[in-house]
């Protein structure tokens, strides 16, 4: 048989130790994961109010992961890309091959960013954060 004993105090008064009140490290990556949530379901939000024609390729993304793609798309047709960005700071857009599209800021305000791109054998679409930048990122590329 085996006899357990725990302390709870460790002043010898007997009373209980309180607990203390500083966060753990689980409840700070929930904080911030259901941070994270609430941006991307506002910036999906603020591009669903925007969309026109029909959706053939999108997402969402953390702004510090960013947006990096190569989407199936006919080549020499014109299509719409959308971006919104929701937190603090910009993204920076750019294309591969470069005249695809134009390179452009994506502030993290809510405001949607339009584009019209032109698609070749291939494109290659980036958005990256700036320095000091967070948020969350919302994208969708429309047929006209």
Partial sequence: MFLLASCTSDAGDGKVAKRSSTPTA?????AEG???QRLT?????????????RTLEGGAERLTDGIHTEPTLQAGKTYKLQ?????HGTGQLSF???GTGTPAKVPCDQSVVQQRVRAGKQLHIDVDATQGSN?????????L
């Fill in 96 to 98: 591969k091959p470069t």
């Fill in 26 to 30: 689980t409840s700070s990556r929930e």
């Fill in 135 to 143: 948020g969350a990122l919302a994208w969708q590329i429309n047929s």
């Fill in 34 to 36: 259901s941070s994270e």
């Fill in 41 to 53: 379901k506002q910036a999906q939000a603020a591009l669903a109010a925007v969309r026109t024609g």
């Fill in 83 to 87: 971006l919104v960005c929701v937190g």
